[in-house]
T-cell receptor, first 114, second 112 residues
Framework: DAGVIQSPRHEVTEMGQEVTLRCKPI?????LFWYRQTMMRGLELLIYFNNNVPIDDSGMPEDRFSAKMPNASFSTLKIQPSEPRDSAVYFC????????????FGPGTRLTVL | SQQGEEDPQALSIQEGENATMNCSYKTSINNLQWYRQNSGRGLVHLILIRSNEREKHSGRLRVTLDTSKKSSSLLITASRAADTASYFCATGDQTGANNLFFGTGTRLTVIP
């Protein structure tokens, strides 16, 4: 069974450009999480969804960031306009509702904003 | 912040030695999990310990949990070069929400 799929794996863009990261969670999982990882701040939770509904977006750094989950098998994280400080690895993870919430991570998208 | 903290931040050992990493957290938890991250990869779940458990084993991994001290430890026995990675603890709180709070990680290097 396929794990969490993220695309693209690498993205290099120029400051001011729009960036869209994509995620396909594991089939049957009803939670989806977006994280950002940098050396300085470690792993930060940006937003998470339950049954396609955003539950907590308090980690989204600015209005330039937005996330959507139009259906159970697809989510996007958009940055518009992008800035060099957005350079990081962005991870998507999914999990299934249970009392013990193991998360399954995708391989990540390494974003570089020049 | 509910984020946990791992200690030490970095650890370097010889192959065959045991590696111990510690995690401290701040709030009451439902469970505590350990994840491994190889360089350039996503995190991979290793082991979960529930709040009413004190010790758990999985292969060469041993996890302990002391809820009175709000701390956990991960022991990797007979380490191998392939164990070189970053290790994170993550806590699930008691609200029923499915999100986890990740620690800052321990970077383990196992020297062949």
């Amino acid at each position: 069974d396929a794990g969490v799929i993220q695309s693209p794996r690498h993205e290099v863009t120029e400051m001011g450009q729009e960036v869209t990261l994509r995620c396909k969670p594991i089939s049957g999982h009803d939670y989806l999480f977006w994280y950002r990882q940098t050396m300085m701040r470690g792993l930060e939770l940006l937003i998470y969804f339950n049954n396609n509904v955003p539950i907590d977006d308090s980690g989204m750094p600015e209005d330039r960031f937005s996330a959507k989950m139009p259906n159970a098998s697809f989510s996007t994280l958009k940055i518009q306009p992008s800035e060099p400080r957005d350079s990081a690895v962005y991870f998507c993870a999914s999990s299934f509702t249970s009392s013990y919430n193991e998360q399954f991570f995708g391989p990540g998208t390494r974003l570089t904003v020049l | 912040s509910q984020q946990g903290e791992e200690d030490p931040q970095a650890l370097s050992i010889q192959e065959g030695e045991n590696a111990t990493m510690n995690c401290s957290y701040k709030t009451s938890i439902n469970n505590l999990q350990w994840y491994r991250q190889n360089s350039g990869r996503g995190l991979v779940h290793l082991i979960l310990i529930r709040s009413n458990e004190r010790e758990k084993h999985s292969g060469r991994l041993r996890v302990t949990l002391d809820t009175s001290k709000k701390s956990s430890s991960l022991l990797i026995t007979a380490s191998r070069a392939a164990d070189t990675a970053s290790y994170f603890c993550a806590t699930g709180d008691q609200t029923g929400a499915n999100n986890l709070f990740f620690g800052t990680g321990t970077r383990l290097t196992v020297i062949p």
